[in-house]
């Protein structure tokens, strides 16, 4: 299988036109540069550039700062990139440099990084409003404040300083939280990787394998199949460690009778896919744990069926914890009258996250969750959000019915907005009770 990118130079071209768009001919935007992380002594976190530049220009080397000056005479994208160093690339990888930025990446015009505080001002010069993210980078801040300084009082021309300086994810945040017909397929592609790794999961697991055998099993997969990364730390965690929400140490052994929490996902050519799915160690639910699914998998087949055009973000949330309270009653966790639990927010003992998120580039992805005059934001096409209910049990809880106690069930599925109603990208992934014990039963041994 190949693993050309699906996101193409037009794409790329049409972002930045659509962004040069929304800000306006008397604005500039600066996308600040996202440094190494050192995780030990010497040694590096792997890189990965914000979502932000990769968006603009695909551009995946460390430091890389992208400045989109609409209608400047030489080109709209003025890239600062590393140099090219060849002890540096014999050592650390390939740099392309501030050609390779031209020929490959779409820039107008490159530099290299040493240039920037010679150039930068003069990009920003005469522009009205400065699009930019401060606290992302304290180094890069000050530099931004210093060359506002220095266009503000300098002394035989006339002041170059943007009058205003606005954050500069507001104009782009909105277009990444619209997906694009190739965004789709590359998202698709994710979910059916992530999809993949977790019925193997499901398969593998028998009573005495750890939670981190699973682990690594599911980020196998993701690699064998082209994802670059995992999307976020996985989280494998059975019986009483399923309802730590985010339970990352994966280090128990799985016991008989355990249900098994797992919440994974690939990142696939910069895009995440994020599903969990919950399941008996053993291959069979006991009756307890299965009114628990069950009830759950309800809601969350009915929270999907609610993401349709036009309605709030929010009012999924909504629906979502009145149901799930409903399902506490009825499960002998909460006791009571169902409009005062939820007004009085009893069920957040057992459901204390929301119904989802957005989903993109980043697995929490960027978009805001209201309108810009503080309204709620209606759902539209092309929004993907991931729905995800889930009820969780601790062990120590005396109050819960003892056959329910340190039991955790979660079921998140990834969904895209259509005008058609839902789409659940992540549709392959067995969520009923039948398949997935029928999954758990039929097992693979480890290799
Ligand atoms: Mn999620």
């Known amino acids: 299988m190949s693993h050309a990118p699906i996101i193409d130079q037009d794409e790329f071209a049409r972002r930045r036109a659509a962004l040069a768009e929304a800000i306006g001919h008397d604005s500039v935007a600066i996308f600040a540069p996202t440094p190494e992380r050192r995780r030990s002594h010497d040694t590096f976190y792997a890189y990965r550039a914000s979502s932000d530049v990769l968006y603009l220009t695909g551009f995946a080397e460390p430091e890389a700062v992208v400045v989109i000056a609409p209608g400047h005479p030489d080109g709209d994208l003025h890239m600062f990139v590393r140099e090219r160093d060849p002890l540096k690339e014999q050592w650390d990888g390939r740099r392309v440099g501030a050609e390779g930025a031209r020929a490959l990446h779409g820039a107008d015009v490159a530099y290299t990084l040493d240039e920037l505080d010679e150039v930068l001002p003069k990009l920003v010069d005469g522009r009205r409003d400065l699009h930019y993210t401060f606290g992302q980078d304290d180094a890069f801040d000050k530099r931004i404040l210093a060359l506002n300084t220095t266009l503000r009082h300098r002394r035989n021309l006339p002041p170059g300083a943007p009058a205003s300086i606005s954050d500069a994810r507001d104009a782009l945040h909105e277009l990444r939280l619209i997906k694009s017909d190739a965004e789709l397929v590359v998202m698709r592609h994710a979910a059916e990787i992530t999809s993949e790794a977790h019925v193997l999961a499901m398969r593998a697991c028998s009573p005495g394998t750890h939670e981190y055998e699973l682990q690594a099993l599911i980020e196998y997969h993701f690699r064998r199949r082209g994802a670059d990364f995992p999307a976020y730390s996985s989280i494998v965690g059975a019986g009483d460690n ?55 998998l309800e809601v969350q087949l009915a929270a999907i069926e609610d993401v349709t055009v036009g309605r709030p973000f929010q009012e999924l949330h909504l629906r979502t914890e009145r149901r799930l309270a409903e399902a506490c009653v009825q499960l002998g966790l909460l006791s009571g009258d169902l409009d005062e639990l939820v007004e009085s927010k009893a069920h957040k003992k057992y459901y204390p996250h929301g119904v989802g998120h957005w989903l993109g580039m980043d697995v929490h992805d960027v978009g805001p969750y209201y309108a810009p005059n503080g309204e709620r934001r209606a759902l539209a096409p092309g929004m993907v959000l991931t729905i995800e209910p889930g009820l969780y049990v601790p062990a120590h809880d005396d109050s819960a019915p003892q056959a329910l106690r340190g039991v955790g069930v979660r079921i998140e599925d990834d969904i895209l907005v259509t005008a058609d109603g839902p789409e659940n990208l992540t549709a392959s992934c067995p969520k009923s009770i039948a398949r997935i014990e029928e999954l758990v039963a039929s097992s693979i041994s480890l290799p």
């Open 242 to 296: 399923a309802t730590i929400l985010h339970y990352i140490e994966n280090t128990d052994a799985i016991q008989d009778g355990d249900v098994v929490l797992i919440d994974a996902g690939c990142e696939y050519q910069g895009y995440a896919a994020d599903i969990t799915r919950s399941f008996p160690a053993n291959g069979s639910f006991t009756s307890p744990q299965r009114d628990l699914y069950q009830a759950v």
